[in-house]
């Protein structure tokens, strides 16, 4: 069993930046893949990013590449998601998951077992 929570979240303008943090318990942690999904108003959950257990590779969403960047601490049990530019677009609920996804399922919900409670990130005009 891994458990996550998510922190960071907040009220942004336009333009600023914001690091989500992903914390994890659980000894198997560091061997699942780690990801960031949204979810914005009145829309479906998406992928926001990927990086594997090792660190060595890592996907962006094409919404946000350029502009988030997902690291992560194996000794700490954490992921990071740094966001800079951010857009009023970018307002959603922010989920971390691990699992163990393959190529085909890295960007969906279905690839990954555990599941975060989400932290809100607003970011205003």
């Known amino acids: 069993q891994v458990q996550l929570v998510e922190s960071g979240g907040g009220l942004v303008q336009a333009g600023g930046s914001l690091r989500l943090s992903c914390a994890a318990s659980?000894?198997?942690?560091?061997?699942?893949?780690t990801a960031w999904f949204r979810q914005g108003p009145e829309k479906e959950r998406e992928f926001v990013a990927n990086?594997?257990?090792?660190?060595?590779?890592?996907y962006y969403a094409d919404a946000v590449k350029g502009r988030f960047t997902i690291s992560r601490d194996n000794a700490k049990n954490t992921v990071h998601l740094q966001m800079n530019s951010l857009k009023p677009e970018d307002t959603a609920v922010y989920y971390c998951a691990v699992g163990s996804p393959i190529i085909a399922t890295m960007a969906l919900m279905r690839g990954y077992s555990y599941w975060g409670q989400g932290t809100q990130v607003t970011v205003s005009s």
């Open positions: 990086i594997g257990w090792h660190g060595g590779s890592i």
């Open positions: 659980g000894r198997t942690f560091n061997s699942y893949a």
